[in-house]
C-alpha cells in the first residue's frame, strides 16, 4: 500500500512541461480546426485520481466558456498542490463564435487523443489554441520558437517587390495595437495574435521577436508561419487568407520543427 501511494504521489507530482512537438498533418481543406502543431508532457497522472476529475472539470470550462467568449484562462483548484491544474484557450480573431467554440472543443478532442493522462499539452489548430498544465504558466512570457514553416521562394523578378511587400506589412503588424493583428499591400496579407493572458508590452515582445524571425528566416518564401511560446505571426504572398491551408500542402515548402532548450528530445510524427 505503502508503495502504491508513493508511486501515485510521484505521478502527480508538478509537471514540468517537456512536450513532444507534433508535425504539422496533411491539409486539405482550410477548416479552422484543422491541426497546425501539439505537444505533451512526459509526466502522467494516475487514472481516477483527483488530478484527471480536475482536468476534466477544466476541459468543461474551457469548452462552455468558448461559446460565448473568444479567450479565457481557468485555475481548477484542488484539495492538494498536486492535484490544481492551469488552462486557457484562445480563438483567432475573426474567427465568429460558434466557430471558436467548435475549434475549441475539437482542439480538446484532439489533446485527450494525443496526449492520454498527460498531466499538461497544448494544441494549436488553425483557429483556437488550447494549453492546459499543473504547473502555472499564465501571464509568463514565452519566446521560444515552436513550429517554423516557410513556403517555396517566390519568382526572381518578383522578390524585391513581394519582399518590400512583406516587409511593410509585417512592421505594420508589429506597430499595431491589440492581441490580434491583420494587414495587407497589393497580393501580401499578414496576420498576427498575441495569447490574451500577455499584457501589452509582453505581447509587443513577442510579436517583435516573432515577425523579426520570420522575415529574417523565410526571407524571399511566398508564405511563412512562425510560432512562438505565446505569440505567432504568419504572411502569404498568395491572396485570400482561405487557401493558405492549401499552400501549406506544397511539396516543395520548408517544414522545421523545433524544440525548445526545456522541451524533451522525444519527437513524433502524426499519420
Known sequence: MAKMAANALLSLSICFISFMFLSIQTVVSSSTDSFVFGGCSQQKYTPNSPFESNLNSLFTSLVNSATYSTYNTYTIIGSSPQ??????????????????????????????????SACGGAVQLQGCFVKYDNATFLGVQDKNVVFKK??????????????????????????????????????????????????????????????????????????????????????????????????????????????????????????
Not at 83 to 99: E, H, I
Not at 189 to 202: E, P, Y
Not at 214 to 228: I, M, N, S
Open 83 to 116: 492535484d490544481v491544474v492551469y488552462g486557457l484557450y484562445q480563438c483567432r480573431g475573426d474567427l465568429s463564435m460558434p466557430d471558436c467554440a467548435t475549434c475549441v472543443a475539437r482542439a480538446i478532442t484532439k489533446a485527450g487523443s494525443y496526449c492520454p
Open 150 to 271: 516557410c513556403g517555396p521562394s517566390v519568382e526572381y523578378d518578383k522578390e524585391s517587390e513581394i519582399v518590400g511587400r512583406r516587409d511593410a506589412v509585417m512592421n505594420g503588424l508589429m506597430n499595431g495595437g491589440g492581441s490580434f493583428r491583420v494587414g495587407g499591400s497589393g497580393d501580401v496579407q499578414g496576420l498576427a495574435q498575441c495569447v490574451g493572458d500577455l499584457n501589452a508590452d509582453d505581447c509587443r515582445d513577442c510579436l517583435s521577436e516573432a515577425i523579426g524571425r520570420l522575415k529574417t528566416e523565410c526571407r524571399a518564401a511566398a508564405y511563412g508561419d512562425l510560432y512562438l511560446g505565446k505569440c505567432y505571426a504568419r504572411f502569404s504572398t498568395f491572396g485570400a487568407w482561405d487557401n493558405l491551408a492549401e499552400r501549406h500542402n506544397s511539396p516543395f515548402s520548408l517544414v522545421f520543427w523545433l524544440l525548445m532548450p526545456l522541451l524533451s528530445s522525444s519527437f513524433f510524427l502524426l499519420s
